[in-house]
C-alpha cells in the first residue's frame, strides 16, 4: 500500500540540482546540449517567442538508475511504477555530513547505528546517504577537481557526437573543445593524475560512497530504492561496481546527485521521484522532492 498523500500545512524541499550546461555528470557523459530555436530577442510573428532542442545523456545531473542500467532484460525508466515512486517514506542515513573523507564508504555498521538511533528502514522507503559532498561541493567546481587546469586530461569518446551535427544556431569552430575543457573541471575530486582508473581509463576520482554490505542490508529491509548526494554510490572507485549490481539486480532503483539538506530529518519525510519518461532509457535525469509534516 502507498503511504498518504501529503496534506495542507507541511514543506516541500526541492532534493535535486538543477540541470544546464555547466552542470556536473560523470566524466565519460558529454554535458548538457542546447539549440536554440526561438528566442524573444529575434521572435516575430504569431506562435511562440521560445523554443529550445536539447541533447542530454541519461546520466546528467539528479537522475535515477533503472535496473536496466546493469541488469540485461531489467526494468528501463518508464516501467517504474508510480507506487514506487510517489510519496515513499524517507528515511535519511548521515554519514558525516560535509567533513566525511573524500573515499568513506558508508558501512552496514553505519545503517545498523542509524537504525538503532531513529529507527528501523521500513519496507517501501527510499533509503538516502547523506554525506554533505554536492551540498558543500555541487556548484563550485574548483572545489571537486583541485587540478582543473590539466589539459592532458582525455577527452571522454562520448563529447564529439552532441557537437558534430548542424544545428540553426551556428557556433564557433573550438566550441566542442571549449565544452570539452569546462567539462573536466567538475566535483570528481582528482588528487593525481597518474592514478589511472583502470574501469573508466581515467585519473581515479575521490568522493564518498556505499559499501556493499550496505546496500545489501537496505534492500533486505524492503526499500525501493538507495540514494547519496554524488556522483556514483559506488564512490571514487568503480571496479566492478557492486553497489549498482546489487541494488538494480534487485530491481530497486539508484538515485544520484542529490541535494539533502541538513533539514531533511532522519525518518518521517516523504519523497517523490519524478523521472524523464522516456521509453527504454536505462538512466534518466528526474526532479526530486521530499515532503516534511508540521
Known amino acids: 500500500p502507498g503511504a498518504a498523500a501529503p496534506g495542507a500545512g507541511g514543506r516541500v524541499v526541492d532534493c535535486g540540482f538543477q540541470l544546464h550546461e ?13 539549440d536554440v530555436i526561438k528566442e524573444p530577442a529575434t521572435a516575430s510573428g504569431p506562435g511562440p517567442v521560445s523554443t529550445q532542442a536539447f541533447t542530454l545523456n541519461g546520466g546528467s545531473g539528479t537522475h535515477v538508475a533503472a535496473p536496466a542500467h546493469f541488469v540485461p532484460a531489467g526494468r528501463s525508466v518508464e ?14 542515513i548521515d554519514v558525516g555530513g560535509p567533513f566525511v573523507a573524500a573515499d568513506y564508504r558508508c ?22 546517504v547523506r554525506t554533505g559532498w554536492a551540498a558543500a561541493r555541487y556548484r563550485d ?43 573536466r573541471r567538475r566535483y570528481y575530486n582528482v588528487t593525481d593524475w597518474a592514478d589511472v582508473d583502470p574501469t573508466l581509463g581515467l585519473a581515479r576520482l575521490h568522493f564518498p560512497g556505499i559499501d556493499a554490505d550496505a546496500a545489501s542490508h537496505v534492500c533486505d529491509r524492503g526499500a525501493v530504492a538507495l ?7 559506488e564512490g571514487g572507485s568503480t571496479a566492478a561496481f ?4 546489487e541494488v538494480l539486480g534487485r ?12 533539514s531533511l530529518p532522519p525518518r518521517g519525510a516523504l519523497i517523490t521521484v519524478a523521472p524523464l519518461l522516456v521509453a527504454g532509457a536505462p538512466e534518466g535525469p528526474c526532479r526530486v522532492f521530499a515532503w516534511l509534516p508540521k
Open 107 to 128: 558501512t552496514k555498521e553505519d545503517v545498523v547505528l542509524d537504525e538503532k538511533k531513529h529507527g528501523p528502514i521500513s519496507a517501501g522507503s527510499v533509503v538516502c
Open 242 to 245: 557492486p553497489v549498482h549490481k
Open 251 to 262: 530491481d530497486k532503483y539508484v538515485l544520484k546527485n542529490l541535494h539533502l539538506p541538513e
Open 22 to 34: 555547466a552542470a556536473t555528470h560523470w566524466p565519460t557523459c558529454a554535458p548538457l546540449y542546447r
Open 141 to 183: 567546481r574548483d572545489a571537486y577537481t583541485p587540478l582543473a587546469g590539466r589539459e592532458s586530461y582525455r577527452r571522454p569518446r562520448h563529447f564529439a557526437a552532441p557537437f558534430e551535427r548542424t544545428t540553426r544556431r551556428q557556433h564557433s569552430p573550438n566550441r566542442r573543445d571549449t565544452i570539452a575543457r569546462l567539462s
Open 227 to 233: 540514494g547519496i548526494d554524488t556522483l556514483s554510490p
Open 79 to 92: 516501467r517504474l511504477r508510480p507506487d514506487e515512486l510517489v510519496n515513499r517514506p524517507l528515511a535519511i
